[in-house]
C-alpha cells in the first residue's frame, strides 16, 4: 500500500530555514506527481508546491522565490527546501501524491496524503 510519511518540521525564527522530507513507498515512485500542502491553524489546506512526473515545478505566489520543491527518485524522497521563512508559514505541512486530475495545487486532485508535520516560525 502506498505510504508517505513527513519529516524535517520543527521550530525556527523568522528569516530561518527548514528542509521537509516526503519518504514514499508502495509505488512506483517515478511515476506520480506529487505536491507539499499546508494548513495553518483555523484555516483550510492550501497548496504550495507541485512537481508533476515530467519534472515541472508549480508553486504558490506566497513562496515564489523562497521554497524548492525536488525529489529523488533513487531514494524515493520528496523534498521541501524552504528559506526566508515568516511567522505565516506557520502550518502543518503535507506531502501528496498522485495527481488525479485538475490543478497540481489543488488538494482535491491527489490520491495519497502522508500525515504531516509541524512548522512553526516565531517573530
Known amino acids: 500500500r502506498v505510504q508517505l510519511v513527513e519529516s524535517g518540521g520543527g521550530s525556527v525564527q523568522a528569516g530561518g530555514s527548514l528542509r521537509l522530507s516526503c519518504a514514499a513507498s508502495?509505488?512506483?515512485?517515478?511515476?506520480?506527481?506529487m505536491a507539499w500542502f499546508r494548513q495553518p491553524p483555523g484555516k483550510e489546506r492550501e497548496g504550495v508546491a507541485a512537481i508533476a512526473s515530467t519534472g515541472s515545478t508549480g508553486y504558490a505566489d506566497s513562496v515564489k522565490g523562497r521554497f524548492t520543491i525536488s525529489k529523488e527518485n533513487a531514494n524515493n524522497t520528496l523534498y521541501l527546501q524552504m528559506n526566508i521563512l515568516a511567522p505565516e508559514d506557520t502550518a502543518m505541512y503535507y506531502c501528496?501524491?498522485?495527481?488525479?486530475?485538475?490543478?497540481?495545487?489543488?488538494?482535491?486532485?491527489?490520491?495519497?496524503w502522508g500525515q504531516g508535520t509541524q512548522v512553526t516560525v516565531s517573530s
Open positions: 501528496a501524491a498522485h495527481l488525479r486530475g485538475g490543478g497540481l495545487l489543488d488538494s482535491g486532485s491527489y490520491s495519497y
Open positions: 508502495g509505488y512506483t515512485f517515478s511515476r506520480y506527481s
